[in-house]
């Protein structure tokens, strides 16, 4: 019979441990409370595991001395230090993608980025005169420019933008919806709730699938103030539809001196059929077509830093740049920064699709992401197998609620571990707690990886991590 008390005896205390040359180095390193719960939560699991196994011979061999517990709560210390929010490895071929963030920004971008996050910036002061400015002020006129609006205001994200706009103009009044577009967006932004938030009266017009002028033009009463045109950008609907365009809806608008607010979702400023994708709607379209205001996002399509943008008519921006919201919904110097480099790429069609990651990955070649599928599943075969490791056609996906209907044709590393020991889902929860963790795509047994979100960097290091969560 094994003594259960005699082994827990053997235990090291706490304080015996913060003395081991080991311990003292590491806490040149790390907080001392960090190092100090680590020893403790070591010195608890070994407590646990002999009272789990009281009676076991192999408790005899347990090795239990204050050097072995100071290795170890140190090893334990430096995997669990560091940030909570840390980069992984996107494998899912998912291009928006919402829960890992959306997407990353441009080089440009991060340079700016890191200048301004790592000392002072005139944010709000006019270098010139010396006097106090607006943050806006960095990115009002280059937004204009490419958009061939009036004005613009940007805000902490396109949920702020179309709230702001309603209150400002419809609270406590009539704004009229087509029923096919009271959307919602992930994350719980639905059309309607944001609507009656903001104090507005939502008025639904025509059916899901068809909304004519005339249902506009009918449900026109002393307490309508605007249209809200809706890009339903996360779903398409085909068949027998029908529905109204800017150019109409504002032509009605200004007979009835009614506003036409439109939310495009993503901010798309290049025409996409060019590069083998759907039409999306374009910012500059709608303002050409006399749509008062438009909304859209930083970090859809445009493929900047999360943030809202309102363009449109100079006198109602500036009726939103003083309403009290403005100051709650604000953006940060951060998110300027980084805005201000993303649109300076949109000067130069060219640049911004060779620039800026998300059009990068839109429009990866098919050949070029075969070779890299193929060079990844070389450096594979070793690890798995020759018979587990195959490239497969497949698909990418645009994501984030973007362009619900393309399917990018990919090449897929798929990777299919038939032994009978082997638990994917005990191995992919070990690539997502690794270091950078892994993400990818798991389709029944077989995990897939996509290069398309991958960068060609991390295409040399996924190997190495694939390979060390397999042992
Ligand atoms: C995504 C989206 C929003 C919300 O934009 P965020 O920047 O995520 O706040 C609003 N409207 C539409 C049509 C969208 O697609």
């Given amino acids: 019979?094994?003594?259960?008390?005699?082994?827990?005896?053997?235990?090291?205390?706490?304080?015996?441990?913060?003395?081991?040359?080991?311990?003292?180095?590491?806490?040149?390193?790390?907080?001392?409370?960090?190092?100090?719960?680590?020893?403790?939560?070591?010195?608890?699991?070994?407590?646990?595991?002999?009272?789990?196994?009281?009676?076991?011979?192999?408790?005899?061999?347990?090795?239990?001395?204050?050097?072995?517990?100071?290795?170890?709560?140190?090893?334990?210390?430096?995997?669990?230090?560091?940030?909570?929010?840390?980069?992984?490895?996107?494998?899912?071929?998912?291009?928006?993608?919402?829960?890992?963030?959306?997407?990353?920004?441009?080089?440009?971008?991060?340079?700016?980025?890191?200048?301004?996050?790592?000392?002072?910036?005139?944010?709000?002061?006019?270098?010139?005169?010396?006097?106090?400015?607006?943050?806006?002020?960095?990115?009002?006129?280059?937004?204009?420019?490419?958009?061939?609006?009036?004005?613009?205001?940007?805000?902490?994200?396109?949920?702020?933008?179309?709230?702001?706009?309603?209150?400002?103009?419809?609270?406590?009044?009539?704004?009229?919806?087509?029923?096919?577009?009271?959307?919602?967006?992930?994350?719980?932004?639905?059309?309607?709730?944001?609507?009656?938030?903001?104090?507005?009266?939502?008025?639904?017009?025509g059916t899901t699938n068809k909304t004519y002028l005339s249902d506009y033009r009918d449900a026109i009463t002393g307490e309508t103030a605007a249209f809200l045109k809706v890009h339903t950008s996360n779903y398409h609907m085909v068949g027998f539809t029908a529905t109204v365009d800017t150019s109409d809806l504002s032509e009605l608008a200004r007979e009835f001196a009614l506003l036409l607010i439109e939310d495009l979702g993503s901010g798309v400023l290049f025409d996409l059929s060019r590069y083998g994708l759907p039409p999306e709607p374009l910012v500059q379209d709608s303002i050409s077509s006399g749509a008062d205001l438009v909304t859209f996002s930083g970090d859809k399509l445009l493929g900047g830093p999360q943030a809202g943008v309102v363009v449109g008519n100079k006198d109602l921006v500036s009726l939103i740049r003083s309403n009290q919201l403005a100051r709650i919904l604000r953006v940060d110097k951060f998110t300027v920064a980084a805005l201000e480099a993303t649109l300076q790429l949109y000067?130069?069609?060219?640049?911004?699709?060779?620039?800026?990651?998300?059009?990068?990955?839109?429009?990866?070649?098919?050949?070029?992401?075969?070779?890299?599928?193929?060079?990844?599943?070389?450096?594979?075969?070793?690890?798995?197998?020759?018979?587990?490791?195959?490239?497969?056609?497949?698909?990418?996906?645009?994501?984030?609620?973007a362009l619900p209907t393309v399917e990018l044709p990919t090449s897929l590393v798929a990777i299919n571990v038939n032994k009978e020991h082997f638990n994917v889902e005990k191995y992919t929860k070990k690539l997502r707690t690794g270091n950078p963790p892994v993400i990818l795509r798991l389709k029944q047994n077989t995990m897939l990886i996509d290069p398309r979100t991958i960068t060609v960097e991390q295409d040399k290091c996924l190997p190495d991590l694939l390979k060390n969560a397999f042992k």
């Fill in 1 to 205: 019979m094994v003594d259960k008390e005699s082994i827990l005896q053997k235990l090291p205390a706490v304080d015996r441990v913060m003395q081991e040359p080991i311990i003292k180095r590491l806490q040149e390193e790390l907080p001392r409370s960090i190092v100090l719960t680590s020893i403790r939560n070591t010195i608890e699991s070994y407590r646990a595991y002999i009272a789990d196994h009281r009676g076991d011979k192999e408790l005899l061999s347990l090795e239990l001395t204050p050097l072995l517990i100071a290795k170890e709560a140190a090893e334990n210390a430096r995997e669990n230090a560091g940030n909570s929010l840390k980069p992984v490895i996107n494998a899912t071929g998912v291009i928006i993608h919402t829960n890992l963030g959306r997407v990353p920004l441009c080089k440009t971008a991060l340079n700016a980025l890191t200048d301004v996050a790592s000392g002072y910036s005139n944010l709000e002061l006019l270098l010139e005169t010396g006097k106090r400015g607006s943050r806006q002020m960095h990115l009002e006129s280059l937004i204009c420019e490419l958009t061939g609006a009036e004005a613009a205001f940007v805000l902490n994200n396109n949920a702020a933008a179309v709230y702001i706009a309603l209150n400002t103009f419809a609270a406590g009044k009539e704004i009229i919806v087509s029923r096919g577009q009271l959307v919602e967006i992930g994350g719980s932004f639905r059309i309607p709730e944001i609507i009656s938030t903001g104090g507005v009266k939502l008025v639904e017009i």
């Fill in 347 to 401: 000067l130069d069609e060219d640049m911004a699709i060779s620039d800026i990651p998300v059009w990068q990955m839109l429009t990866a070649g098919k050949e070029e992401l075969k070779k890299r599928a193929k060079k990844i599943a070389r450096n594979l075969a070793d690890v798995f197998g020759n018979s587990s490791i195959s490239v497969v056609e497949g698909m990418s996906k645009v994501g984030g609620g």
